[in-house]
């Protein structure tokens, strides 16, 4: 299964809403996660099963979608947001992940 | 507190062997299904390999495949990825990470990773 993200880069200001498509290349139902990486550290888990907001996470991210179209929105950017989002599916193995997004200011 | 910390990472020569560790804790380790994520410098996140909590399941990318194996022992809440027969684009920061739900398959994402180890294939 691949996964493409869109776009590849993007430039927003803080307060901006912002949009990331994942597209699938076949059903992988509700089997999608979004991760958040900062240069040098680790991804940080967001949204897992499409939709749900992991604990801690601000409720200014939300997901959706289902299939093979899902979408990341930030409502609402903040300084801290500018970072690379990537999309992960485990609805089987190979557990891929989409080529990722990076914001920039 | 969960907590995953790789090593055993360095600077290999091509055709070398290295096999990484990941100690865990905070979490029931048995249970929990644990994979390798790599990030090849300036690159985007790639899929490794995991393995089921009980070890007895496992699964690895075609690029791996054949040169790397994935276990683990539960009496010692380690995870490991020995890989042999190291190219060039095999240097990557390494990272195991935690499945946030008890399946094998399918699974919904992963909730705790390390802080990386780096592989460096290079004569």
């Known amino acids: 299964i691949q996964l493409t993200q869109s776009p590849s880069s993007l430039s927003a200001s803080v307060g901006d809403r912002v949009t990331i498509t994942c597209r699938a290349s076949?059903?992988?139902?509700?089997?999608l996660a979004w991760y958040q990486q900062k240069p040098g550290k680790a991804p940080n888990l967001l949204i897992y099963?499409?939709?749900t907001l992991q604990s801690g996470v601000p409720s200014r991210f939300s997901g959706s979608g289902s299939g093979t179209d899902f979408t990341l929105t930030i409502s609402s950017l903040q300084p801290e947001d500018f970072a690379t989002y990537y999309c992960?599916?485990?609805?089987?193995?190979?557990?891929?992940f989409g080529q990722g997004t990076k914001l920039e200011i | 507190e969960v907590q995953l910390l790789e090593s055993g990472g360095g600077l290999v020569q091509p055709g070398g062997s290295l096999r990484l560790s990941c100690a865990a804790s905070?979490?029931?380790?048995?249970?929990?299904?644990m994979s390798w994520v790599r990030q090849a410098p300036g690159k985007g996140l790639e899929w490794v390999s995991s393995?089921?909590?009980?070890?007895?399941?496992?699964y690895s990318a075609d690029s791996v495949k054949g040169r790397s194996t994935i276990s683990r022992d539960n009496s010692r809440n380690t995870l490991y990825l020995q890989m042999n027969s190291l190219r060039a684009d095999d240097t990557a920061v390494y990272y195991c990470?935690?499945?946030?739900?008890?399946?094998?398959?399918?699974?919904?994402?992963?909730?705790?990773w390390g802080q990386g180890a780096l592989v460096t294939v290079s004569s």
């Open positions: 905070g979490f029931t380790f048995t249970s929990s299904t």
């Open positions: 992960q599916h485990l609805n089987s193995y190979p557990r891929t």
């Open positions: 393995i089921s909590g009980s070890g007895g399941s496992t």
């Open positions: 099963a499409a939709s």
């Open positions: 990470a935690k499945e946030r739900v008890y399946n094998w398959n399918p699974g919904d994402s992963y909730d705790y």
């Open positions: 076949q059903d992988i139902g509700s089997y």
